[in-house]
C-alpha cells in the first residue's frame, strides 16, 4: 500500500534552511484509500521520520507545502502545443506580470485552460532553498512542492477561503490562489462584491473553511466579508488544523494545484533503479563489448583479404602451369589439381584408352538413365576417346562434361544437335 506524507512548515518563513532540525512542520499521512493514518503539528523533522520508522514504511511520497505568496499564480496565452516551444515561449508570456527580472523566477507550468496555461512563478533562489529543506527525509521519496493555498478545494463559480490565524489562504474556481492577512479580508470582500461594469450582478458564492476557534476569533472580520450583499457566504468547520483539508482536498482531487518540482527542480519519480549502483560496470561491459565486435569485425576483414590473396597467389601458379586451361577459376583449382594428382599418381604420364574409359564409365554412372553412348571410338595417335552420346537435355551433357573436367581430364562436346527427343552430340576426352 502507497502512502503520501503532507508536510508544512511553520512560521518564520525568512530563511527556510536555517537551522532545518530546529523547524517545526505540521504534517499528516493518508494511506492509499484516503484515510489520515497519523498527524502531528509543531513536530520537528525527527519526530515524523521516527514515526515512519515505527511503522515499518519506506517509500513514502512526500509532498512539501510552501507558503501561497512564496508563488505568484499567472496566465500564459501561448499558441504551441509542443512542450518544447511552450518552455521557450513561456518566459516571455508572462514577463509582463512579474515584478522582478524575469531570469532569477522559477517557472512552473500548469495545465491548459480557456484563458491560457496556468503557471506558478517563485524566485529560483527560495526554490532552491525550499527543494533543500524537503529533500532528503529519510523512510520518503520527495513527490511535489505545491503552494499551500492551490489545495483548498475549488468552489464552482467563486472563491474558497480558509482562515489560518494570522493569514488567510484563498483560491477560485480558476485555479488562482494567493494567501494574506487575515486583518485585510474585508477589503479583499469588498473587492469581490464590485461588479464588473459589463457583467449582470450575480452573487458570488464563497465558502469559508476554519476552525470553531477561528470563527470565533475572527468575528469582526467575518462580519466584514459578509457585509457585501453579493456574496454568498457559507461556513465550514474543520474539526483539526487547516492541512488536513489541503491534504482531503489534493488526495480526492478537488483542487488543481501545480507541482513546483520541474525543469531544474524537477524530482526523479518512481523508485530508484537497481542497477543504478551497476552503471559504471555496465558502462565498461558496453564499450568492452563494442571494442570487441569492432576488433572481431577487423580480424575477419583482415583473414577474408589473407584468404583472397592466397587464392590468387595459386590462381597465379595454376596459370603459369597450366596456361591453356581457361575453365579452372579459384573456386574449382582445388578439385582440380586433386583429380590431376590422382591421374597422375595410378596412370603415370600417359593415359591411354583403359583410363579413359575408366573415368568415362565413372561419371556415366553418375548421369545413367538421361545420357546414352550411341558409340565410341579411341585414337591412339592423338589419346582421345570419342563417344558419340545422347542425353535428355544438353544440360545433362554439360552435367558429364564438366564431370570428367572435375577428374582433371580436357573434356569437349562438339556437333551438338537439338531434337524434339533431347540432345545429341560428340564427346571428345583426353588426358589434358
Same mark, same amino acid.
Given at each position: 500500500?502507497?502512502?503520501?506524507?503532507?508536510?508544512?512548515?511553520?512560521?518564520?518563513?525568512?530563511?527556510?534552511?536555517?537551522?532545518?532540525?530546529?523547524?517545526?512542520?505540521?504534517?499528516?499521512?493518508?494511506?492509499?484509500?484516503?484515510?489520515?493514518?497519523?498527524?502531528?503539528?509543531?513536530?520537528?523533522?525527527?519526530?515524523?521520520?521516527?514515526?515512519?520508522?515505527?511503522?515499518?514504511?519506506?517509500?513514502?511520497?512526500?509532498?512539501?507545502?510552501?507558503?501561497?505568496?512564496?508563488?505568484?499564480?499567472?496566465?500564459?496565452?501561448?499558441?504551441?502545443?509542443?512542450?518544447?516551444?511552450?518552455?521557450?515561449?513561456?518566459?516571455?508570456?508572462?514577463?509582463?506580470?512579474?515584478?522582478?527580472?524575469?531570469?532569477?523566477?522559477?517557472?512552473?507550468?500548469?495545465?491548459?485552460?480557456? @484563458?491560457?496555461?496556468?503557471?506558478? *512563478? /517563485?524566485?529560483?533562489?527560495? #526554490? +532552491?532553498?525550499?527543494?533543500?529543506?524537503? &529533500?532528503?527525509? !529519510?523512510?520518503?521519496?520527495?513527490?511535489?512542492?505545491?503552494?499551500?493555498?492551490?489545495?483548498?478545494?475549488?468552489?464552482?463559480?467563486?472563491?474558497?477561503?480558509?482562515?489560518?490565524?494570522?493569514?488567510?489562504?484563498?483560491?477560485?474556481?480558476?485555479?488562482?490562489?494567493?494567501?494574506?492577512?487575515?486583518?485585510?479580508?474585508?477589503?479583499?470582500?469588498?473587492?469581490?462584491?464590485?461588479?464588473?461594469?459589463?457583467?449582470?450582478?450575480?452573487?458570488?458564492?464563497?465558502?469559508?473553511?476554519?476552525?470553531?476557534? @477561528?470563527?470565533?476569533?475572527?468575528? *469582526? /472580520?467575518?462580519?466584514?466579508? #459578509? +457585509?457585501?450583499?453579493?456574496?454568498?457566504? &457559507?461556513?465550514? !468547520?474543520?474539526?483539526?488544523?487547516?492541512?488536513?483539508?489541503?491534504?482531503?482536498?489534493?488526495?480526492?482531487?478537488?483542487?488543481?494545484?501545480?507541482?513546483?518540482?520541474?525543469?531544474?527542480?524537477?524530482?526523479?519519480?518512481?523508485?530508484?533503479?537497481?542497477?543504478?549502483?551497476?552503471?559504471?560496470?555496465?558502462?565498461?561491459?558496453?564499450?568492452?563489448?563494442?571494442?570487441?565486435?569492432?576488433?572481431?569485425?577487423?580480424?575477419?576483414?583482415?583473414?577474408?583479404?589473407?584468404?583472397?590473396?592466397?587464392?590468387?597467389?595459386?590462381?597465379?601458379?595454376?596459370?603459369?602451369?597450366?596456361?591453356?586451361?581457361?575453365?579452372?577459376?579459384?573456386?574449382?583449382?582445388?578439385?582440380?589439381?586433386?583429380?590431376?594428382?590422382?591421374?597422375?599418381?595410378?596412370?603415370?604420364?600417359?593415359?591411354?584408352?583403359?583410363?579413359?574409359?575408366?573415368?568415362?564409365?565413372?561419371?556415366?554412372?553418375?548421369?545413367?538413365?538421361?545420357?546414352?553412348?550411341?558409340?565410341?571410338?579411341?585414337?591412339?595417335?592423338?589419346?582421345?576417346?570419342?563417344?558419340?552420346?545422347?542425353?535428355?537435355?544438353?544440360?545433362?551433357?554439360?552435367?558429364?562434361?564438366?564431370?570428367?573436367?572435375?577428374?582433371?581430364?580436357?573434356?569437349?562436346?562438339?556437333?551438338?544437335?537439338?531434337?524434339?527427343?533431347?540432345?545429341?552430340?560428340?564427346?571428345?576426352?583426353?588426358?589434358?
Amino acid at each position: 500500500m502507497s502512502y503520501r506524507l503532507y508536510v508544512r512548515p511553520l512560521p518564520p518563513f525568512s530563511d527556510p534552511g536555517e537551522n532545518p532540525e530546529d523547524r517545526l512542520f505540521n504534517w499528516v499521512l493518508y494511506d492509499a484509500g484516503g484515510d489520515a493514518q497519523a498527524q502531528g503539528s509543531r513536530d520537528r523533522r525527527s519526530t515524523i521520520e521516527q514515526t515512519l520508522s515505527q511503522n515499518g514504511l519506506e517509500g513514502v511520497l512526500l509532498a512539501g507545502l510552501i507558503p501561497g505568496d512564496e508563488a505568484l499564480f499567472c496566465t500564459a496565452d501561448i499558441p504551441a502545443k509542443q512542450s518544447r516551444f511552450i518552455n521557450q515561449a513561456l518566459p516571455y508570456a508572462v514577463e509582463e506580470q512579474i515584478a522582478q527580472d524575469i531570469d532569477s523566477v522559477h517557472l512552473a507550468l500548469g495545465p491548459h485552460t480557456p @484563458e491560457g496555461y496556468r503557471v506558478a *512563478a /517563485v524566485d529560483r533562489d527560495r #526554490m +532552491a532553498t525550499w527543494l533543500e529543506l524537503f &529533500r532528503g527525509w !529519510s523512510h520518503t521519496r520527495l513527490d511535489a512542492i505545491y503552494p499551500d493555498a492551490s489545495l483548498l478545494p475549488m468552489t464552482e463559480g467563486g472563491w474558497s477561503i480558509c482562515l489560518d490565524g494570522e493569514s488567510t489562504m484563498m483560491a477560485s474556481d480558476r485555479g488562482e490562489w494567493l494567501s494574506m492577512q487575515s486583518a485585510n479580508l474585508g477589503m479583499f470582500a469588498h473587492t469581490l462584491a464590485v461588479p464588473p461594469s459589463e457583467d449582470v450582478v450575480a452573487e458570488v458564492p464563497v465558502v469559508i473553511y476554519a476552525t470553531d476557534t @477561528e470563527f470565533e476569533e475572527q468575528q *469582526a /472580520v467575518l462580519g466584514e466579508l #459578509m +457585509a457585501p450583499g453579493r456574496l454568498s457566504v &457559507r461556513r465550514e !468547520s474543520l474539526a483539526l488544523m487547516p492541512l488536513e483539508l489541503l491534504a482531503h482536498s489534493h488526495h480526492h482531487h478537488l483542487c488543481r494545484p501545480i507541482n513546483l518540482c520541474q525543469r531544474e527542480f524537477s524530482v526523479k519519480g518512481g523508485k530508484a533503479s537497481p542497477f543504478k549502483p551497476w552503471k559504471p560496470l555496465i558502462a565498461v561491459a558496453a564499450v568492452w563489448f563494442v571494442v570487441q565486435v569492432a576488433l572481431e569485425a577487423g580480424m575477419g576483414f583482415y583473414y577474408q583479404q589473407q584468404a583472397d590473396d592466397m587464392r590468387q597467389q595459386a590462381m597465379a601458379v595454376y596459370k603459369n602451369a597450366f596456361p591453356n586451361d581457361s575453365r579452372t577459376h579459384a573456386g574449382n583449382v582445388k578439385r582440380v589439381i586433386e583429380g590431376q594428382l590422382r591421374m597422375a599418381g595410378s596412370d603415370g604420364p600417359d593415359v591411354d584408352f583403359v583410363t579413359l574409359m575408366k573415368y568415362t564409365g565413372q561419371q556415366y554412372s553418375e548421369v545413367a538413365g538421361s545420357v546414352t553412348f550411341n558409340s565410341i571410338n579411341y585414337s591412339q595417335s592423338r589419346g582421345e576417346l570419342v563417344v558419340d552420346v545422347r542425353a535428355q537435355s544438353y544440360d545433362r551433357l554439360s552435367a558429364l562434361r564438366n564431370g570428367l573436367s572435375g577428374q582433371g581430364l580436357e573434356a569437349k562436346i562438339g556437333s551438338v544437335v537439338n531434337e524434339s527427343s533431347g540432345a545429341r552430340g560428340r564427346l571428345t576426352v583426353s588426358g589434358g
